[in-house]
């Protein structure tokens, strides 16, 4: 073992798969002999994974608060770390890409940090993770190839069912030896929201990146016309997509409410939800984001499972998810709100089983179960 000036070098030893596998731990770990200078962090997936994994990059500054901490995505998702005072740089690669352009991202990685951590369980980020670091720890899948477990030194059980999303990711600084911090971090835009916002204001975000996730429109239009009927001034933000611009639009001129879709980037929508009193919105990065932020919070929830990918509150500090996997529910800042289907949550892509087909627990949602919740929530807020 040698200690250099620029860098913290580990034992070449034997990899640690005992929690997965059941095979005897080796007699050395590798282990980091002082604070780390370099640091990675691994989340080749979408944007709401990116932002779920900001407690483990808040854990990592916290014990390690003079270290480069990078963060290595996809192309398309950085907008969700911007302006992340924990993020040192942010490594974006293709989401497809051919074999010799692969290569050359690992050729430019290799070896560059003292740690990696690789919270998605694909080949792929391990292999970023493997080729970055001299310590590497990684999520694995019980049942994954035999060559797949040699690519980290230690693995956290990546379990799709019964924990949270946060709570993965935070599994990961257990294996460093560090001190969970289990707070999402919201992005902070370098130019504020353009225009200027009522601290009072309601904020509904209709689509989803994904059709089985959408909740119908008669019912968004139903909601953004009572919020309006009590004096609540109503925002309906989205992408810059055309459908999405689309459906808030033709919201906004059936309710009376302000379309912003597609005016906003993702750092400036936080902006506008930290001055709300109100967010209502489907499974999808926004609302992750609204929860975070503290800001009152309805999740409306079909297919997908609660315990994995409900919104974290504000304040949850505990380390099991904040939520059972039936039922409607309240914690801290968000109101869960689940269809009443008895194949609720089903787990699966829609009732066709593909990301384009429908929801028939959300579609079948009526307006008057999701107005006492918005209600219920904006009580909350004025009253706190």
């Not at 907008?79 to 740089?89: F, H, I, K, R, T």
């Not at 690519?151 to 990711?169: E, F, I, N, P, R």
């Amino acid at each position: 073992m040698q200690k250099h000036a620029d860098r913290v070098t580990m034992f070449d030893a034997p990899r640690d798969h005992y929690s997965l596998y059941g095979e005897p731990p080796p007699q050395y770990l590798p282990m980091l002999i002082s604070a780390p200078n370099r640091v990675l962090v691994v989340c080749t997936r979408r944007i709401g994974d990116v932002l779920l994994t900001t407690p483990l990059i808040r854990s990592c500054r916290r014990a390690w608060p003079h270290a480069q901490i990078d963060a290595l995505l996809f192309r398309g998702t950085e907008a969700v770390l911007e302006g992340n005072p924990d993020v040192s740089q942010v490594i974006s690669v293709p989401e497809r890409s051919r074999w010799s352009a692969r290569l050359a991202e690992l050729r430019r990685l290799w070896r560059r940090y003292d740690i990696a951590l690789s919270v998605i369980p694909s080949d792929r980020a391990r292999i970023y993770g493997w080729s970055a670091g001299r310590v590497h720890y990684g999520c694995q899948e019980v049942g994954a190839s035999p060559s797949s477990r040699w690519l980290a030194h230690k693995d956290a059980l990546y379990d799709d069912l019964d924990t949270h999303t946060v709570s993965t990711g935070l599994s990961l600084a257990d294996l460093a030896g560090i001190a969970r911090c289990p707070q999402v971090v919201a992005p902070t835009a370098r130019e504020g929201c353009p225009f200027a916002v009522e601290t009072s204001c309601a904020v509904l975000h209709p689509y989803p990146k994904f059709n089985y996730k959408m909740w119908n429109e008669a019912g968004w239009i139903e909601l953004a016309r009572h919020l309006l009927s009590i004096d609540v001034p109503v925002f309906l933000t989205g992408g810059a997509e055309s459908v999405e611009i689309a459906l808030c639009e033709r919201i906004a001129a059936a309710s009376g409410a302000r379309s912003v879709a597609g005016q906003l980037s993702l750092a400036q929508a936080a902006d506008l939800l930290r001055n709300a009193m109100l967010f209502v919105g489907p499974d999808t990065a926004v609302t992750h984001l609204a929860a975070a932020l503290g800001t009152p919070t309805v999740a409306l929830f079909g297919p997908s499972n609660p315990v994995k990918w409900g919104p974290w509150p504000a304040d949850w500090s505990a380390i099991s998810s904040p939520w059972k996997r039936i039922g409607s529910q309240r914690r801290g800042n968000v109101y869960l709100l689940q269809g009443e289907s008895p194949c609720v949550p089903c787990l699966q892509e829609g009732c066709e089983r593909h990301v384009n087909s429908s929801s028939l627990c959300l579609q079948q949602l009526s307006a008057e179960r999701v107005i006492p919740a918005a209600l219920e929530m904006l009580r909350s807020a004025r009253n706190s």
